[in-house]
């Protein structure tokens, strides 16, 4: 069973920085895309980030240049560092599985099979 935890939200003053970190068990990651999810309230989950199986990465237009995506497959996480954050920001963020090996493309929600429980990043401003 897959199952993915993450960690490290909280509560941060603009223009602060938060690291978020993503553990994947029941399935090595290293042949998946990866995302992280923004959910705002009353807002529908978007794509913040995302790193495919090979590396290649994919950021919304307003974090680029503020956060960063790696993966190390060698202990199955996913991280995302988030700086100069925003009161924007604000929102629940969740770790996505590509439900397919090799997956072509990043961007739709419902290629991802697999979903952590999220955590709450706060940004006062």
């Known amino acids: 069973q897959v199952q993915l935890v993450e960690t490290g939200g909280g509560l941060v003053q603009a223009g602060g920085s938060l690291s978020l970190s993503c553990t994947a068990s029941?399935?090595?990651?290293?042949?998946?895309?990866m995302g992280w999810f923004s959910q705002a309230p009353g807002k529908e989950r978007e794509l913040v980030a995302a790193?495919?199986?090979?590396?290649?990465?994919y950021y919304k237009e307003s974090v680029k240049g503020r956060f960063t995506i790696s993966r190390d497959n060698a202990r199955n996480t996913v991280s995302l560092q988030m700086n100069s954050l925003k009161s924007e920001d604000t929102a629940v963020y969740y770790c996505?599985?590509?439900?397919?090996?090799?997956?072509?493309?990043?961007?739709?929600?419902?290629?991802?099979?697999?979903w952590g429980q999220g955590t709450q990043v706060s940004v006062s401003s």
């Open positions: 996505a599985l590509d439900g397919s090996n090799y997956g072509l493309g990043v961007k739709s929600a419902t290629q991802y099979g697999y």
């Open positions: 790193v495919t199986w090979s590396g290649s990465v």
């Open positions: 029941g399935r090595s990651i290293s042949t998946h895309n």
